[in-house]
């Protein structure tokens, strides 16, 4: 150690490395320790302490005390890495305290007292660190450090304390913290403690300190503000405190107090403080609403009442009059408002609340009050009437009638026994709910105002309605007892309504159904009700006894015997009755209740004392079904004496009929009777009794029904010969169906004949025999009836129907005899299902359907088709579709297409037919087609024959069709035949092009192919100079001096003198020009002279007529000038004749003309100043250059 510490330090911690040391440790630190060896000391520590072991406790403190002592920013550094967790923590914290490492020795203090002496030195410390260290001591501890901390130096460490209560006073506690800023007299601390969490807290302790520490604080605007956001404080400690703080500004207080309705105390406060401008400032800019509740607070304090008028009459009509009358009221200060009152009602006011106020002083003064409670239409009546109630119940009830207030009516009269008005209410108010209201069970004064509506009300009253809603309101509470008395009140008391008829019946009926004890009472006693109604009603309410006494009283003898019957069920005694009344109808009553009873022979003996056979039907009922036949024929007996009804001799036979007696029955239908036999012998058939049925049928000669019977007898010889007679179709249908299903066919085919005539039958028939597989039999049936005079379509139809299905090689000879009798589109049907196509085409065409019979011929055309046929029904067909098709059908099929085109012509149209011929290629095949219809003059049938001539180079036929039909693309032509390799075709085009306007090209074409006579013509026909000018030059250029020559003829009209004088002068051919210069000079000099004899003529007149202006038509002549447009050709020059303007002219002036350039000055037209010509002339007078005509005006000075 003493000669190498460092290879000491090795050894030493070789000899510690193991798990189990060489040596004692703690001998080896005494040895660093004894040669002051600290640091390497600490080495040997550090790595022999490395696994924190607990038995190693003192060795670490050593290791921490000995570097705390001599190398304290070790000792941090150790502590800092948390390496050792063993040593004595109390020492080495007073150590780190000694050496200045608060932060550790906070950090190790467990004890009060060394946290305290450390934290206090906040200077020393960070203090982000000290405030999270507060999070890590128990809550007594850390108030007592925040105690210490303000102890110690408050002004350096409020804001640091401030902040540890803000993050922590959750856990620390709210009221310990205030407590201890307070100790301190901290109200700066608290303010801003309290600052930070009151905008998050709802402790209202928390939000009075906050306003208290503010207050204190002179922070006026933030305790404005709290008071009036904050709605957590509790307002009763509040507003003591700010009462308390006698603030300069009573603003907080003012709020408060309005916000949470100390109101009044706010007044007390501000009056007794002489502080009555803030009540003004409060009532007139904070909340004019409370004005109320101001004047009850400035009442309390006896204030004058000048200053309480004032103060109502500056915030007037911003408060609530019900509020302010009622605060008035509480003190018995009411009359205060009274002038006010009868100001503001002056003025028009009609708020309820003000006139409730006017009649409160009236009442409480006595001063006229029912009036104005009757009079006045703006109080409240419930209002005004509960101020009545404890004053005056008659003013209640007054004010409450006035407004309607029923139940408000009827509580006052209830509860100051008031029963007469509110029956007298209630008789007069006519409201049924109301009246159920009042008669409720719950209503314990119900008894009293019964006795009133009985006594009083109902007996002052004279309305009937009254009256009428009274009883419906004691009828509706289900009050029968008082209902009985109330009506024995009316009725029984010579009333006015004793006579009533209705309140009779109701006293009655109330009683049946109240008190049955009484009806019979109330049946003697009154006489004026309804006698039936209220015998149905007591029969209905089991009350026989009484309805018989009423029809006894009445004398309706039959209805009393019916409830005799009926309800009392009592026959003996209806039995004696009927003996005592001896009735007819009481007979009849009781015959009908016995026959009801199956008391038949009863019945009978009932209906022959009573003599009466009008209830025969009953009885044959009766009889039938109980198979009394016997019985029956004695009571039918009786009837046919009293009288011979059909109806009874009827039932008689029946009866007979049925008891087998055939003897008798024959005797007796053949005696003198009125009985239906027919209908007897139905009865007979229907029921089996054919024997009876037969004499029966005999007797009224009914054959059909006879022959019905006979077949059910099985003799159809008889039966064919009765149908014969009847001749009737629904017989010959029974007898004929007998006979098929019986197979006795001809009998059968006879029956039929007489069927089948008639059309509705026919189907039935059919039906039958189809049903059961006789075709063959059905057909000969039909092919017997077509020769009868009576036969019908149907007979026709159905047979070609059966010849499609069973037999159709007949069904096209039957189609061409009989096609119109049939009904061809049922038969049409038959035979598309058979598949019979020609048939079918047939009856198509008879039918009239021709594009139906088109169509099948082209879908089935081996079957079908027929060329004649086929080119008639097209022809005809609606649907011009069709044609194009066929068209098509004829392309597929080869035949002769021209033929149909020429049929169809005239439906088709053109132009399709030629662009489907055209998309078909076969547009030569159908040149015949488009020659015939070329005489429409259509565009694509022009075009198309135009082409097929082109194509077979006949230009004869193509310049008659371009001459004589012109509908067509003559452009697109010409194109296409002036490349065409022959001449004549070129000729054509030169031709085309002239006709379109197109000369230029016309004539280079003419020139191309040396057509020059068409050259010059097309030339002379374009009527342009220029294109004639043109073409001269080029007989000049190419040296055709004769087209030269012949040119100057035949374009004669358009050439200029001038122009063709310089072209025969520069190429020496003025002899061959002299002829047409010699017609030039004769013409010129025929219009001198007659310019010269105009002008003479002018002169003549000049002396006779007056001066007028200038005028061609509505245009001046000087407007006109030299661009006015070139008259037609013919005139020289490009005049056809002398021009309008050459007539005799006014306005003092004379014509002239010479030649000029085609432009002059505007000045020689206009200027008034004499001009010479010669001074205008420019470049173009120069020779060979064409001029222009200019007509000018000549003054008759001479001068231009």
Known sequence: MRISPEQGLQFSQMLVQDEEPLANIKQIVDIFMENNLIQQCTSFLLDALKNNRPAEGLLQTWLLEMNLVHAPQVADSILGNQMFTHYDRAHIAQLCEKAGLLQQALEHYTDLSGIKRAVVHTHLLNHEWLVNFFGSLSVEDSVECLRAMLSANIRQNLQLCVQVASKYHEQLG??????????????????YFLGSIVNFSQDPDVHLKYIQAACRTGQIKEVERICQESSCYNPEH????????????QLPLIIVCDRFGFVHDLVLYLYRNNLQRYIEIYVQKVNPSQTPAVVAGLLDVDCSEEVIKHLIMAVRGQFS???????????????????????????????????????????????????????????????????????????????????????????????????KSEARYLVRR???????????????????????VVQTALSETRYPEEVSVTVKAFMTADLPHELIELLEKIVLDNSVFSEHRNLQNLLILTAIEADRTRVMEYISRLDNYDALDIASIAISSALYEEA?????????????????????????????????CNEPAVWSQLARAQLQKDLVKEAINSYIRRDDPSSYLEVV???????????????????????????????????????????????YINAPNNAHIQQVGDRCYEEGMYEAAELLYSSVSNFARLASTLVHLGEYQAAVDNSRKANSTRTWKEVCFACVDGQEFPLAQLCGLHIVIHADELEELMCYYQDRGYFEELILLLEAALGLEQAH?????ELAILYSKFKPQKMLEHLELFWSRVNIPKVLKAAEQAHLWAELVFLYDKYEEYDNAALTMMSHPTEAWKGGQFKDIITKVANVELCYRALQFYLDYKPLLNDLLLVLSSRLDHTRTVSFFSKAGQLPLVKPYLQSVQSHNNKSVNEA?????????????????????DNFDNISLAQRLEKHQLMEFRRIAAYLYKGNNQWAHSVELCKKDHLYKDAMQHATESQDAELAQKLLQWFLEEGKRECFTASLFTCYDLLRPDVVLELAWRHNLMNLAMPYFIQVMREYLSKVDKLDALESLCKQEEHVTEPAPLMFGQQLMLTAGPAAAPAPASFPFGYAAAPAFLQPLMYNFRLSWALCPPTLPAELLTSPRSMSLQQHRGPQWEAGTPGRHLFLLKPNDGNL
């Open 174 to 191: 709210m009221q310990a913290l205030v407590e201890l800023f307070e100790s301190f007299k901290s109200y700066e601390g608290l303010f």
């Open 238 to 249: 509040v507003k003591n405190f700010l009462k308390e703080a006698k603030l300069t500004d």
């Open 321 to 419: 009059t019900d509020e302010l009358v009622a605060e008035v009221e509480k003190r018995n200060r009411l009359k205060l408002l009274l002038p006010w009152l009868e100001s503001w009602i002056q003025e028009g006011c009609e708020e309820p609340a003000t006139h409730n106020a006017l009649a409160k002083i009236y009442i409480d003064s006595t001063n006229s009050p029912k009036c104005f409670l009757r009079e006045n239409a703006y109080y409240d009546s419930s209002m005004v009437g509960r101020y009545c109630e404890k004053r005056d119940p008659h003013l209640a009830c007054v004010a409450y009638e006035r407004g309607q207030c029923d139940l408000e009516l009827i509580k006052v009269c209830n509860e100051n026994s008031l029963f």
């Open 430 to 452: 006519k409201d049924p709910e109301l009246w159920a209201h009042v008669l409720e069970e719950t209503n314990p004064s119900r008894r009293q105002l019964i006795d009133q």
């Open 548 to 580: 018989f006494a009423v029809f006894c009283k009445f004398d309706v003898n039959a209805s009393a015997v019916q409830v005799l019957i009926e309800h009392i069920g009592n026959l003996d005694r209806a039995y004696e009755f009927a003996e005592r």
């Open 621 to 667: 009922q009766a009889a039938s079904r109980n198979n009394n036949w016997e019985d029956l024929v004695k009571f039918l007996q009786m009837a046919r004496k009293k009288g011979r009804e059909s109806h009874v001799e009827t039932e008689l036979i029946f009866a007979l009929a049925k008891t087998s007696c055939l003897s008798e029955l024959e005797d």
């Open 793 to 797: 379509m149907g007979m026709f139809t």
């Open 945 to 965: 024959l135009n082409h097929l001539l082109t194509e077979e180079e006949d230009y004869q036929g193509l310049r008659a069709s371009i001459d004589a039909y």
